[in-house]
């Protein structure tokens, strides 16, 4: 791995995993520093994360990592919407229904113990990158992959809200076990509508948790920044 991509990498992981925080400075010297590379391949990476949408110019303080508002959740998950139900439709027609049968099965199986055991949700998230990388083959599109990679990295951020609510991952498990199943029964409608249904779930609760999160009394990094025009 060379210099750029680790601290690509790196700096990625820290805003995904709310180290830093929405609206964190990120000097050169700074970041260059503590990364252990030269400040070329630290712009290289900060170009990479704005192209995610992880980072932002400020007028006047440089490179801030991107805030995260009502309306940014909202955009995000229409997005979303936009292309999983399509993916997940496509996927449907063209896929092989053996692969999504044991899919779905993997995920009744993690829905039945999510509730318990916290070891294994790491191994949960993993189950719903497989899933995601199947229907993108599946789907067979490079347009419609190529443009869900930055959603899936501000997601990734966003999820870190729920991912303690064992009620909601028991939940999701569900939802993306039927996405699975619809995607096996080769019903290209049914698939989409079950992409649509645990798309707006997840956006209720991700919603619901950062809202939480953000009362004053809460000590959760997790926040919604105000909207523009508000204080």
Known sequence: MNASDRAYTELRRDIVEWRLEPGTVLGEVEQAARLGVSRTPLRDALRRLAADGLVEPHPSRGVVVSSVTRGHVDALFEARIALETVTASLAAQRAAPERFEQLADEFERAAAVLAE?????????????????????????????RAQGPLRANLARLRQATREDARR????????????????????????????????????????????ADSADSPSPLRLAPMKGTA
Do not use: C, F
């Open 117 to 145: 055991a916290r070891e294994d949700r790491a191994e949960y998230y993993e189950l719903i990158a497989r899933l995601d990388a199947g229907l993108a083959e599946a789907a067979d599109n490079p347009y419609l992959e």
């Open 169 to 212: 991952l028991r939940a999701s498990a569900l939802e993306h076990a039927s996405i699975a199943r619809a995607v096996a029964a080769r019903d290209p409608q049914l698939a989409a509508a079950a992409a649509r249904v645990h798309l707006s779930h997840a956006r209720s609760a991700i919603v619901d948790a950062l809202s939480l």
